[in-house]
């Protein structure tokens, strides 16, 4: 199984970017993928995840309405819309999926798979 993050780089604060990760060697059907992020000197925290089959969605309270994920079925890859960027979302940003199915509860935690990172700074 492989995720392949990119999209990262710098911006400016109140900026936008946007995250990919491209999925292979398994299908996420009936389970779910998401975005980490850690920062330096900080632990690796949940950002947003989505239920691949369904779209549901939940996000950290820290990105509630400026972060949005997707996901492409067609294409196996997953997004991050990340608008109003401010200094303190700087971080490497990882995608994970989950090897298990999933019921109606999103998983903020225990995921199996993971991505290399990509690195977003937000200057101020």
């Known amino acids: 199984v492989q995720l392949q993050a990119s999209g990262g780089g710098l911006v400016q604060a109140g900026g936008s970017l946007r995250l990919s990760c491209a999925a292979s060697?398994?299908?996420?059907?009936?389970?779910?993928l998401a975005w980490f992020r850690q920062a330096p000197g900080k632990d690796r925290e949940f950002v947003a995840t989505?239920?691949?089959?369904?779209?549901?969605?939940k996000y950290a309270d820290s990105v509630k309405g400026r972060f949005t994920i997707s996901r492409d079925k067609a294409w196996n890859t997953m997004y991050l819309q990340m608008n109003d960027l401010k200094p303190e979302d700087t971080a490497v940003y990882y995608c994970?999926?989950?090897?298990?199915?999933?019921?109606?509860?999103?998983?903020?935690?225990?995921?199996?798979?993971w991505g290399q990172g990509t690195q977003v700074t937000v200057s101020s």
């Open positions: 994970a999926g989950f090897g298990r199915g999933i019921s109606w509860e999103l998983p903020t935690d225990g995921y199996d798979y």
């Open positions: 060697g398994r299908t996420f059907s009936g389970s779910a």
């Open positions: 989505i239920a691949w089959n369904s779209g549901r969605t």
